[in-house]
């Protein structure tokens, strides 16, 4: 009897050992998922990411207002007819200045 059962273990564990680590087991099956949704989340980002190029060259092709928006903005451009002003924070420059050391005589 002892024998009988011992080879009905023996047996399962045989059989659960391809279910569990084998070529299409279940950790396998687990792990592709993960792999997938990693993948579907990648992906999204992805289109998402293409969709605002996509409207981003057609307003370039469409139209001088993206164009002139991108000179401004990346360039620094004005127009003729522009003048420039910059404001500076009279804070900013006595905060980045270094501190001076006392001349000696």
Do not use: C
């Not at 273990?9 to 950790?27: D, F, H, N, R, S």
């Not at 060259?57 to 003729?80: H, K, N, P, W």
């Not at 900013?92 to 501190?99: Q, V």
Request: aromatic residues 6%.
């Amino acid at each position: 009897m002892r024998t009988i059962v011992l080879g009905l273990v023996v047996a399962l564990a045989l059989i659960q050992y391809p279910l569990w680590w084998g070529k299409g087991g279940w950790l396998r099956v687990w792990e592709m998922e993960r792999q997938v949704d990693a993948q579907r989340d990648l992906n999204d980002g992805l289109r998402l990411r293409n969709a605002a190029l996509q409207a981003e060259v057609r307003d370039l092709q469409t139209g001088t207002d993206a164009i002139e928006e991108r000179a401004r903005q990346e360039l620094g451009l004005v127009s003729q007819d522009e003048l420039f002003v910059q404001f500076v924070d009279g804070n900013a420059e006595l905060r980045e200045a270094p501190a001076q050391q006392p001349q000696r005589r």
